[in-house]
């Protein structure tokens, strides 16, 4: 399960359509709807929100936004759609740049040309997560 904290519009399609169905996924571990993935690293910042639902929906929501920028028809009924209200969850700059560099890796192979042309990009963030300072995040256990 990869949720990224990167801006949705630095993933690829391939990219943005598995974080789509991986963030359903975590909602519906959240949600109690299923009992795989329940210890799932990456679920931590969410369950650290104050409410962890609104959290994935504002998360999930994003990757719509993007979605339907390109023209995809992802199911808008699978969340409850939020505009980008400060849910409090943070992300560290170093995990930033850790994704950054995993991505980058993973486009160097499936899209050369958008490898290429991300290659001078400085990374964004998720509007969903305010970056702070730090090193790459505990949760993280691909480092």
């Known amino acids: 399960m990869r949720l990224w904290s990167l801006h949705p519009r ?3 399609p391939k990219g943005l359509v598995a974080c789509w169905r991986e963030g359903l996924l975590a909602r519906a571990v959240l949600s ?3 009992t795989g993935y329940t210890r ?6 969410f369950r650290a929100a104050a409410d962890p639902l609104i959290a ?18 992802f199911d808008r009924t699978k969340i409850r759609y939020c505009p980008c209200a400060c849910v409090g969850m943070t992300v560290t700059d170093g995990q930033i740049a850790f994704e950054w ?4 890796d993973k ?6 040309a958008r490898f290429a042309a991300w290659r001078r990009t ?13 090193g790459v995040e505990p949760w993280e256990r691909g480092y």
Not at 40 to 45: G, M, N
Not at 101 to 104: I, K, P, Q, S, V
Not at 125 to 130: D, H, I, K, L, T
């Open 10 to 12: 630095h993933l690829d």
């Open 32 to 34: 109690g709807r299923t």
């Open 101 to 104: 560099t995993h991505l980058r």
């Open 122 to 134: 400085t990374p964004e963030a998720s509007p969903c997560f305010r970056v702070v300072a730090g």
């Open 56 to 73: 994935i929906d504002c998360f999930l929501s994003r990757i719509l936004d993007e979605a339907m920028a390109r023209g995809y028809r």
């Open 107 to 112: 486009l160097r192979d499936r899209d050369p």
């Open 40 to 45: 799932h690293p990456q679920l931590e910042r």
